[in-house]
């Protein structure tokens, strides 16, 4: 069997394009440039042509957070909490172990759920 991604692509509906490509461009370190690739302006993540990625898009985020999508950090995840925090979005709970790496919860200032993933050394 050949091996397929769990997640091929992520769309992250926001109200105000510019003012959230400033928040994952502070919180990530992403180079997020606005495009009119589709049917409607787009920012893709930076990074996202080498394999699976996603983009931004002018829409209405979903109610209560909608689903979650996790986001690997760049750095470290205390790092990229404080920079989470610092660009308007908010972290939520506790840092999680699991064996693969740790994570915690956030939203962006839409309110979409994001979770930061820092991974594991192995």
């Not at 787009?42 to 931004?56: K, M, Q, R, S």
């Not at 920079?83 to 908010?90: K, Y």
């Amino acid at each position: 069997m050949t091996y397929q991604p769990i997640v091929a692509w992520t769309e992250i509906p926001v109200t105000d394009l510019n003012a959230a490509c400033a928040f994952y461009a502070k919180a990530f370190g992403w180079k997020m440039e606005i495009t009119d690739a589709g049917p409607n302006e787009i920012a893709v993540f930076d990074g996202a042509e080498e394999g699976g990625g996603g983009h931004l898009y002018p829409g209405k985020p979903a109610r209560d957070c909608g689903t979650t999508i996790h986001l690997t950090v760049p750095d470290t995840l205390e790092e990229t909490a404080a920079r989470v925090t610092a660009a308007g979005g908010r972290t939520l709970g506790p840092v999680i172990d699991i064996p693969a790496g740790r994570f915690q919860y956030a939203t962006d200032p839409d309110g979409n759920s994001i979770g930061l993933f820092e991974m594991g050394a192995g």
